[in-house]
Every structure is written in structure tokens, then in C-alpha cells.
């Protein structure tokens, strides 16, 4: 395109070094713009643009950012603490504000979704979309089969019945527990609400989103392919035919 500014300059803004670093990174090929590799002389807009540095959306400050986290037991879901406590915000380097989508209390680990794209944040937590939620739970003592039957089909909470659950016993004491709302503490009220109080909890997928190779207290990037698949599960196929590459 002939209008916006030079790629290299907008690179060198995100935080990619010079812009004569950036100017190689371009030559390497490293850069792409819409999902096609970016030529030297480029200008770009990240309004509407979308701009990837070895597969990784660039953080512009237009541009929205998207990152996978792996929540260590003992860090809140919060963008400050009062008393003092590590967040998940101390946990992921980020050149423009981001927040974290949903909340997973503070002992509970596992994959937690940070981004600057709040309408995609709104969707993947409003109760309507529905999004899987799948977790592994170790639970006191062994659950039964009719304990197990009874997570599936619905337990009464103080909020109200329970939706209909996936769930299975991969071993003594360890359920996995797959549930579509997000109520406060649900997993945990609900193994309590059947006699089995959780031990730990550990989320272990979110939507299409699943990363066993992530280590705890580690972070990186969702890929192009992830967002779009996020996008497509809450129905975002406007924003996803006008800004995403094919």
C-alpha cells in the first residue's frame, strides 16, 4: 500500500530494535504483513493490518496482542494486588497494556488467556458462547460412579444447578472435568458439592486452546492459526473475514 508509515519504522516502534535491525529482519523474510512475506519498502497501517515477526503478532500499539499463560499455584488473576502479591501480570513481558480474560483463583494453575482485545475477552467469557473449559482435578478419596453421574448431569450450588458436565476418572482420585459456564470456583464447589474436596486444579484447555509443553509460570504468544481458531468459536467470522490472512 502507498499510504501508512514504513514498516521498519513501525517494528522499531513495537520494540524490534533499530530500524536498521528492523530493515534486516524484513530482508531475512521474518516479516509478514496480512500473511505475506513483507518486502523492504513496505507501508503498512496496523489499524487494519496485521503484522507478524517469525510467526508472532507484533505488538504495535494498534496492534491487539494475545498471549497463553501457565498460571503457577499461588498467583492471582488480577492487574494489581493491595497486598502485595505476584499477578499474572508480573508474569508476562508486554510492550501494551493487557488484562487477563476470565479469572482462575489464586491456587488454582494452568492455562489462562492475557490480551488487549477486549471484544474477543467479552465473547470467550460471556455465558452465551459457551466456551469448553477442561480441567484436571485430584480429589479427596475416590469418587464413585454415582458421584461421577451426578457431576455430569448437574449439582445444586448456592448459585444454582450446575450445567450438564463432561467428566471422567483417569485414575484413583484425579477426575477430568470438562464445563461450559464460568461461575466463581465452580469446579471446586462443585467436587465439594458431590463429598470430594479438590486438592489441586490445574486448567488444561480453553476452547481450542490446549499447550502441555508450557511449563508453569511460562508464557508465549498464541500463533495466527490459534487466534482464528479462538475467533471461530465465539463467532467472530466478521473480524475474522476482514483482518485475518487466509
Known amino acids: ?5 514504513r514498516l521498519q519504522k513501525t517494528l522499531a516502534r513495537a520494540g524490534y530494535g533499530s530500524r536498521r535491525s528492523c530493515e534486516r ?5 521474518r516479516v509478514t504483513i496480512d500473511g505475506r512475506v513483507a518486502e523492504l519498502g513496505n507501508r503498512v497501517n496496523p489499524e487494519v493490518q496485521i503484522i507478524c515477526v517469525d510467526g508472532n503478532m507484533a505488538p504495535t500499539s494498534q496492534s491487539k496482542v494475545y498471549f497463553l499463560l501457565n498460571k503457577p499455584d499461588g498467583v492471582v488473576t488480577t492487574a494489581s ?4 502479591r505476584t499477578t499474572v501480570l508480573d508474569l508476562v513481558e508486554s510492550p501494551v497494556r493487557i488484562f487477563p480474560v ?15 482485545d477486549g471484544r474477543l475477552a467479552h465473547l470467550l467469557t460471556h455465558p452465551s458462547s459457551g466456551i469448553a473449559k477442561e480441567y484436571l482435578a485430584r480429589v479427596e478419596g475416590d ?9 455430569r ?20 482420585g484425579l477426575l477430568r472435568i470438562v464445563i461450559h459456564e464460568g461461575r466463581n470456583r465452580q469446579v471446586r464447589r462443585m467436587c465439594a458439592a458431590v463429598g470430594h474436596e479438590v486438592t489441586r486444579l490445574v486448567r488444561t484447555r480453553i476452547g481450542p486452546l490446549q499447550d502441555a509443553t508450557l511449563s ?7 500463533s495466527l492459526n490459534e487466534v482464528r481458531r479462538l475467533m471461530e468459536a465465539v463467532g467472530m467470522t466478521t473480524e475474522l473475514a476482514s483482518t485475518m490472512p487466509s
Open 143 to 151: 469418587p464413585s460412579p454415582g458421584a461421577l453421574r451426578r457431576l
Open 1 to 5: 500500500m502507498d499510504d501508512g508509515e
Open 81 to 84: 494486588d493491595p497486598q502485595g
Open 153 to 172: 448431569e448437574g449439582v445444586e450450588l448456592d448459585d444454582g444447578v450446575t450445567a450438564v458436565a463432561q467428566v471422567s476418572r483417569v485414575s484413583e
Open 102 to 116: 476470565g479469572r482462575l483463583d489464586m491456587n488454582t494453575e494452568g492455562l489462562l488467556i492475557l490480551t488487549n
Open 25 to 29: 529482519l524484513i530482508v531475512e523474510g
Open 216 to 222: 508453569p509460570g511460562s508464557y508465549r504468544q498464541l
